[in-house]
Antibody
Framework: EVQLVESGGLLVQPGGSLRLSCAAS????????MDWVRQAPGKGLEWVGR??????????QYAVSVRGRFSISRDDSYKSVSLQMNSLKTEDTAVYYC??????????????WGQGTLVTVSS | QAVVTQEPSLTVSPGGTVTLTCGSS?????????AYWLQQKPGQAPRTLIY???YKHSWTPARFSGSLLGGKGALTLSGAQPEDEGHYYC?????????FGGGTKLTVL
């Protein structure tokens, strides 16, 4: 069974840093791109970024809103992906989901999601 | 970065048909945007119903279908069921970056 479990969500002050982790199980982690998506309380979804596989040099991409502040890394040996968040702003308050990206019919899509971890940025 | 627009809310009668749309501020939505549709119910993580504009996952009920309609991405629900209530999000690929729409709250009533 595919499982994704996020951790690390906390209350942090504006300007602070936080590192989220996502532990994967039930599939060959190294074969998949992994994405982070967030959802502010009562709001819609916002794509944060993704990391590709070793074969794509672990290439990362980010949404404009987090570029330069957030970074995604992965450890295939530990089957985990991390989201390092720096210079946090109150508008970064959200539930953060990690999601697996799979290739099917020539298209990549997010097929499995974790349950999310809450990050609150407040003084 | 593109702004992706969706209807804020729609209502459909049980057994009825409804179409949700997804537009882009950069112009017509095409197959190159690889439109995705996700469903989210309260307290749950989202799940993808449609990817690559028209493809369904194995868990996608047959009553859902994706298409391009009038320069927009579209999700059509034919034969709405009470369990289809929830939020629906469109996701487009724009210049290598994925952008979500604001979501449509679908009520089955």
């Amino acid at each position: 069974e595919v499982q994704l479990v996020e951790s690390g969500g906390l209350l942090v002050q504006p300007g602070g840093s936080l590192r989220l982790s996502c532990a994967a199980s039930g599939f060959t982690f190294s074969d998949h791109y992994m994405d982070w998506v967030r959802q502010a309380p009562g709001k819609g979804l916002e794509w944060v970024g993704r990391t590709e596989r070793k074969g794509n040099s672990y290439t990362t991409q980010y949404a404009v809103s987090v570029r330069g502040r957030f970074s995604i890394s992965r450890d295939d040996s530990y089957k985990s992906v991390s989201l390092q968040m720096n210079s946090l702003k109150t508008e970064d308050t959200a539930v953060y989901y990690c999601a697996r990206r799979s290739l099917r019919d020539g298209h990549y899509f997010l097929d499995y999601w974790g349950q999310g971890t809450l990050v609150t940025v407040s003084s | 970065q593109a702004v992706v627009t969706q209807e804020p809310s729609l209502t459909v009668s049980p057994g009825g048909t409804v179409t949700l749309t997804c537009g882009s501020s950069t112009g017509a939505v095409t197959s190159g945007h690889y439109a995705y549709w996700l469903q989210q119910k309260p307290g749950q993580a989202p799940r993808t119903l449609i990817y690559g504009t028209t493809y369904k996952h194995s868990w996608t009920p047959a009553r859902f279908s994706g298409s391009l309609l009038g320069g927009k991405g579209a999700l059509t629900l034919s034969g709405a069921q009470p369990e289809d209530e929830g939020h629906y999000y469109c996701l487009l690929l724009d210049s290598g970056v994925r952008v979500f729409g604001g979501g449509t709250k679908l009520t089955v009533l």
